[in-house]
């Protein structure tokens, strides 16, 4: 996988990790383990991120994503955060409200699922995705590894996965110790998910813009990929 020089872009090999690669239950436990469900039910028509993080991320996904490609969104909304100009060949998403979802100008089908509930992706025939998107949501699953499982799974061979987030969050639901990592530490722990789940390579880190201070006081939000590639079979 190639990025424009500006994005700073680093290794995570499977060596920074311990072998075995296993979590504990503590790992995904949240302040509020209330249903999603319930937290969900309410849509809600804002962005996540500041309007720069916004516009960087449009223009990294111009760079991945293609008109021909078959691109599925997990954990979306009402906005997926391509460029308006860019149209997928089709495009899925899963996300928890279904107002949200259907307001999203990009999605040909979407399916409303909590995958902290059932992490499966039933209604995606194996091999036929080209593009795995997920936005500021990837500290938000509480079964990754099962989640990547299926990714990696409706992936074509040699197609990818992109999770972005930022340092922006809920915090009573975000998953384990998240919010007492840094953000190089919750980059290195995204990356592990690729590597429990198996099957992929390439895995790395893509530095999309630190944190800075405003034009106008305050601070511009960071924005970061993680990324993987799924194996080709021999």
């Known amino acids: 996988m190639s990025s424009p020089p500006l994005y700073k872009t680093n290794p995570l090999p499977r060596s920074l990790y311990p072998t075995p690669l296993a979590y504990k239950h503590a790992d995904f436990s949240r302040q509020d383990e209330s249903a999603d469900s319930e937290?969900?039910?309410?849509?809600?028509?804002?962005?996540?991120?500041?309007?720069?993080?916004?516009?960087?991320?449009?223009?990294?996904?111009?760079?991945?994503?293609?008109p021909n490609h078959s691109v599925l969104d997990i954990c979306s909304s009402w906005v997926?955060?391509?460029?308006?100009?860019?149209?997928?060949?089709?495009?899925?998403?899963?996300?928890?409200?279904?107002a949200e979802l259907s307001k999203n100008p990009h999605l040909t089908k979407?399916?409303?699922?909590?995958?902290?509930?059932?992490?499966?992706?039933?209604?995606?025939?194996?091999?036929?995705?080209?593009?795995?998107?997920?936005?500021v949501s990837v500290d938000y699953l509480t079964r990754p590894v099962e989640?990547?499982?299926?990714?990696?799974?409706?992936?074509?061979?040699?197609?990818?996965?992109?999770?972005?987030?930022?340092?922006?969050?809920?915090?009573?639901?975000?998953?384990?110790?998240?919010?007492?990592?840094?953000?190089?530490?919750?980059?290195?722990?995204?990356?592990g998910y690729f590597w429990a789940s198996g099957g992929w390579e390439g895995v790395e880190e893509?530095?999309?813009?630190?944190?800075k201070e405003g034009f106008l006081g305050g601070y511009e939000d960071p924005l970061y990929v993680v990324r993987g590639m799924k194996m080709a079979t021999k």
């Open 39 to 66: 937290w969900y039910a309410q849509p809600r028509f804002v962005q996540h991120i500041d309007d720069p993080a916004i516009a960087c991320l449009k223009s990294y996904y111009s760079t991945i994503i293609k």
């Open 80 to 98: 997926s955060h391509l460029p308006a100009e860019l149209k997928p060949q089709s495009m899925v998403g899963y996300g928890m409200n279904y």
């Open 110 to 135: 979407f399916s409303v699922k909590d995958l902290n509930v059932m992490p499966r992706l039933e209604d995606v025939p194996d091999g036929t995705i080209d593009t795995v998107i997920c936005n």
């Open 147 to 191: 989640v990547f499982n299926e990714m990696k799974r409706v992936l074509i061979g040699g197609g990818t996965a992109h999770m972005a987030f930022s340092n922006r969050c809920f915090p009573t639901k975000v998953v384990g110790n998240w919010m007492g990592m840094s953000d190089e530490e919750r980059r290195r722990w995204v990356g």
């Open 206 to 211: 893509v530095i999309l813009k630190e944190q």
